[in-house]
C-alpha cells in the first residue's frame, strides 16, 4: 500500500490517497476532483480541468500518466 497526497497528483490539496497500484491513486484523485467540483471548490478547478483535458488529449495525457505512475513506484510502501 502506497500513498499519494492530490497535491502529489497536481492538486491543491495535501488529501491522501491510498492504493495497491498507481491506478488505484489516479481512480481516487479523479473522483476527489470530480466531488470538489461538484461541492464549487474553485482551488481544485484548474486540476479537475487538467484531468478532463487528459482524456481529451490522449498522448500528453499517456505521459502524465506514465509519470504518475513512475512517481508511484519511487514512493515507498506506508
Ligand atoms: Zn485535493
Redesign the pocket.
Known amino acids: 500500500m502506497k500513498t499519494m ?3 502529489q497528483l497536481g ?5 491522501a490517497h491510498h492504493g495497491e497500484s498507481a491506478d488505484d491513486v489516479i481512480n481516487a ?1 479523479d473522483r ?2 470530480k466531488e ?1 467540483e461538484a461541492a464549487g ?1 474553485v ?2 478547478q484548474p ?1 479537475r480541468d487538467e484531468m478532463k483535458a487528459r482524456w481529451r488529449k490522449p498522448v500528453s495525457g499517456l505521459r502524465w500518466y506514465r509519470d504518475a505512475k513512475r512517481r508511484f513506484a519511487d514512493l515507498p510502501d506506508d
Not at 492538486?11 to 488529501?15: F, L
Request: proline fraction near 6%.
Open positions: 497526497t492530490c497535491k492538486g491543491p490539496c495535501g488529501y484523485q476527489h476532483l470538489m471548490d482551488a481544485h486540476a
